[in-house]
């Protein structure tokens, strides 16, 4: 089972399409940058091209090492398409804070973004999918595939993995508060950030559930 | 200024693309929920082919009737091919909740989501790009677009806003608990629900901020 790490000096994630063209300063080709980002989203929103138009889809996925790999039904179209090798742009966005400013045109908002480009390579091996797998699961609640039934082979083979090496990507980051034209800093309008963020409401146990059994805790602030 | 909002009964959203082939009970065509969705969301994924290939940006947004509009400076490239008229793929998704199920394979998320197929219009009226800047102000922040410093005639110049009509939209929803194969339930593996939400956290004001003024409230609860 190989996951083909690159290596970080051969792959710096920098290409001319991963080259930011605008606000220069927010970006980054930090594989560190890039990998805590995904590390921390939940949802990322993958592009392909279908019938010469665009086709974005919402999934879920987990990072092992330098791939991310991605999963679903194998009758999924999107799925199928990026385990034939489609071109892809997966981009996974965190929303820190609403940023108000004094005028209208500089509100803005904080992120954290990678974009990245690439191909998916479908995943054969049933070691490798159980892996990936076990990772998807882990990376919203972990040590949970620990817990969980594992797939049997049937359920493994109903299943397409897809493996996407990163090897181009950029992170873009906006942070701060707000950028006002100094002549607009004294009027009497508040300007600031209002902070943004993802958080885990109570458990909800379903109705046939064991008694002794214990809610077990993701990865999101409570 | 006219904001061609489709007539519902001629415009069902529904076409051979937004036709949902998976999970069909998930699905809707219904104009109020894909209006629902757009309207709670902050960020949209947008999606375009550019050399043959996807790109996925991340943009802010708001809804006026039957439109959705989209900024951004005039020398963006994503936008600008938006304003040329660019087939696009854009796609709004909340996330509702973490669904752990007895077995790994069955472990999904609650989700509602919205993708939208069209092509955009750059609006070149001075009144309608008030309107649509203050429509995305205002989305997130109600009322602020009343409040803050209104762009200037250059400002205007310099942003480019698109019109993208809601014509052609699927919206899909999972709810509920996770759906164990019956010969899991008896397993002493915690299973339900754990509700996910965007929350703001406490306002947090620019240093140079007069005393006087008061913070204001976004839609997200605090």
Same mark, same amino acid.
């Given at each position: 089972?190989?996951?083909? @790490?690159?290596?970080?000096?051969? +792959?710096p994630?920098?290409? *001319?399409? $991963?080259? #930011? ?5 927010r970006? %980054?080709?930090?594989r560190?940058?890039?990998e805590?980002i ?6 990322a ?8 138009g ?18 679903g039904?194998a009758?999924?179209?999107?799925? @199928?398409?990026?385990?034939?090798? +489609?071109?892809l742009c997966? *981009?996974? $966005?965190? #929303? ?5 400013a004094? %005028?209208a ?16 390579h479908r ?17 919203v ?10 797939p ?9 993995v ?11 980051v906006r942070?701060?508060?707000?950028v006002?034209?100094?002549?607009d800093?004294?009027l ?13 409401d ?13 809610a077990?805790?993701?990865r999101?602030?409570g």
């Amino acid at each position: 089972m190989a996951f083909n @790490r690159p290596d970080p000096a051969e +792959s710096p994630l920098r290409t *001319t399409r $991963t080259e #930011l063209k605008r606000k220069r300063e927010r970006g %980054s080709h930090d594989r560190s940058v890039v990998e805590e980002i995904l590390d921390e989203g939940l949802v990322a929103h993958v592009g392909v091209v279908a019938d010469g138009g665009p086709i974005v889809t919402p999934m879920a996925y987990a990072r092992i090492d330098g791939d991310l790999f991605l999963h679903g039904a194998a009758g999924n179209r999107t799925l @199928r398409a990026l385990a034939e090798g +489609s071109a892809l742009c997966l *981009t996974v $966005t965190l #929303l820190d804070g609403l940023v108000l400013a004094r %005028s209208a045109i500089h509100h803005s908002m904080n992120y954290r973004c990678v974009v990245l480009y690439g191909r998916g390579h479908r995943v054969e091996d049933e070691a490798e999918k159980r892996r990936a797998l076990a990772a998807v699961v882990d990376h919203v609640v972990p040590g949970r595939s620990a817990v969980a039934r594992p797939p049997t082979s049937s359920e493994l083979r109903a299943t397409l993995v897809v493996r996407v090496p990163i090897v181009e990507a950029s992170a873009k980051v906006r942070g701060g508060g707000p950028v006002d034209d100094d002549a607009d800093l004294e009027l009497p309008v508040w300007a600031g950030v209002i902070p943004v963020e993802v958080v885990a409401d109570a458990p909800v146990g379903d109705s046939v559930l064991e008694a002794e059994t214990t809610a077990p805790v993701s990865r999101l602030r409570g």
